[in-house]
C-alpha cells in the first residue's frame, strides 16, 4: 500500500536536511526535490563518478558560490558547462558584478545606457567588454601550435586567475581541485566572440578540440565503477554528458548507462526539445540504466538548488570524509608563454 501523505508541519529551528525530510511526505515538486537530495546522498555514499551539466544563467543569477561548494566539497566530480556559465564566472573573478534589476525594464533606456539584461539581472556593457579583452589577451599568451581541449584551456585559466582572485569562482576552484571542466559549445558565449576577435584582428588562432574533449568524457566513463548525472536545465551540458554512455567503444568498454541521474528544469519534453527529455526517454538510448533511480525537478534552479544543496551540506558531511574521490590523468595541459 503506498504510504499516506503527510501534512507538511512548520516548527521553529528546523535545519534545510529536516525541511527536506518533511517535504519527502508531501507531493508533486516538494516530494521530488526530497527524492533528489536522497539520490545526490546516494551517489555520494558509493564509489560514483559524479557529472554535473549546467545550463542556464546560473551565475548572474547568484548561483556561483553553490557551484564552488559543489566543487570544493567535492559533490560533484566532472563539470559539464555552458560557456556563458564559464565567462560570467571569470567576469565576478576579475571583480565585476551582476547587479539586480527588473525584469519590467525598458531595454532601450538600458541599450542607451550600455547595460545588458538576464531577465532581472544587470550586467555593464562597458565591465564586459573588459572581461572579454582578458580573454583576447589571455589567449595571445598561450602556446598556438595545436588545437587544445576545453578542459586544458579553462583549467591552465583557472590556474591563471587563482593568483589574482579575491575569492574562489568556479574556475579557480576546479583548477585547484584537479576537477575536470568542459564546455562542449564554447563558441556560443563571449569566450568564442573574444577568441574570434583574436582570430580576426591578431591572427592569433587558437583551436578548441571537442571532439577529444568527448574522448576523454568516455575516458572518465569507462574508468568508473560506476556514474550518476545532475542537470540544471539541458542544453548542450546535458547530452555531452548523457551520449558518453553510447561511447564505450572508444575504449573496448560495453557501458550499460549512467545508474543515477537527477534533472531540475522547466522544460517540458512535448515539444520534442532536448532540454526536455525525460529520462524514460534517455533510457530508450541506453544512456540511463534499467534500474537507475531517477528524478525530475520541474522548479526554477535558482529555488530548487540552494534547498538540495544546503540539505546536502547537513546530512552528507560525514559521509564525505570517507568519500572516494576519482582522479583524472588526461593528457598534458596548455602553457603560458
Known amino acids: 500500500m503506498n504510504k499516506p501523505v503527510t501534512p507538511f508541519s512548520i516548527s521553529q529551528g528546523c535545519t534545510v536536511s529536516e525541511l527536506a525530510q518533511k517535504m519527502g511526505g508531501t507531493s508533486f515538486q ?30 548572474p543569477a547568484g548561483m556561483r558560490r553553490l557551484i564552488v561548494y559543489l566543487i570544493e566539497n567535492r559533490l560533484i566530480d566532472c563539470l559539464v558547462s555552458t560557456g556563458a556559465n564559464l565567462f560570467h564566472d571569470l567576469h565576478e573573478t576579475l571583480g565585476r558584478a551582476h547587479w539586480q534589476g527588473c525584469a519590467q525594464a525598458d531595454d532601450q533606456e538600458l541599450a542607451d545606457a550600455k ?10 556593457e562597458e565591465e564586459f567588454d573588459r ?23 579553462f583549467y591552465v585559466l583557472g590556474k591563471e586567475l587563482a593568483g589574482e582572485a579575491g575569492e574562489d569562482g568556479i574556475l579557480t576552484a576546479a583548477a585547484k581541485a584537479e576537477l575536470p571542466v568542459f564546455c562542449p559549445a564554447p563558441a556560443d558565449s563571449v569566450y568564442g566572440t573574444a577568441l574570434g576577435t583574436a582570430l580576426a584582428k591578431e591572427g592569433n588562432e587558437l583551436l578548441f578540440h571537442t571532439v577529444k574533449d568527448l574522448v576523454e568524457l568516455v575516458q572518465i566513463a569507462c574508468a568508473a565503477k560506476s556514474t550518476g548525472v545532475i542537470f540544471v536545465g539541458g542544453g548542450t551540458p546535458k547530452n555531452f554528458i548523457q551520449q558518453v554512455q553510447l561511447c564505450g567503444s572508444f575504449f573496448d568498454k560495453d557501458l ?13 519534453p512535448q515539444w520534442g526539445g532536448l532540454s526536455g527529455c525525460t529520462f524514460e526517454e534517455a533510457r530508450s ?7 537507475a533511480p531517477t528524478v525530475t525537478i520541474n522548479c526554477d534552479a535558482t529555488v ?5 544543496v544546503s540539505a546536502l551540506s ?3 558531511a560525514a559521509t564525505l570524509k570517507d568519500r572516494k574521490k576519482p582522479s583524472f590523468r588526461l593528457g598534458k595541459e596548455l602553457t603560458i608563454l
Open 314 to 316: 547537513d546530512r552528507a
Open 256 to 268: 550499460k548507462g549512467h545508474e543515477y541521474a537527477i534533472q531540475v528544469t522547466t522544460d517540458a
Open 285 to 291: 538510448w541506453k544512456k540511463i540504466t534499467p534500474e
Open 304 to 308: 530548487a538548488l540552494p534547498i538540495i
Open 30 to 59: 516538494a516530494r521530488n526535490l526530497a527524492l533528489g537530495v536522497d539520490i545526490w546522498s546516494r551517489m555520494l555514499q558509493g564509489e560514483v563518478t559524479i557529472f554535473l551539466g549546467l545550463a542556464g544563467a546560473m551565475v
Open 115 to 124: 547595460t545588458f539584461r538576464i531577465y532581472d539581472v544587470y550586467a555593464s
Open 131 to 153: 572581461t572579454e579583452q582578458f580573454v583576447v589577451d589571455f589567449s595571445a599568451r598561450l602556446e598556438l601550435d595545436r588545437p587544445y581541449t576545453t578542459r586544458e584551456f
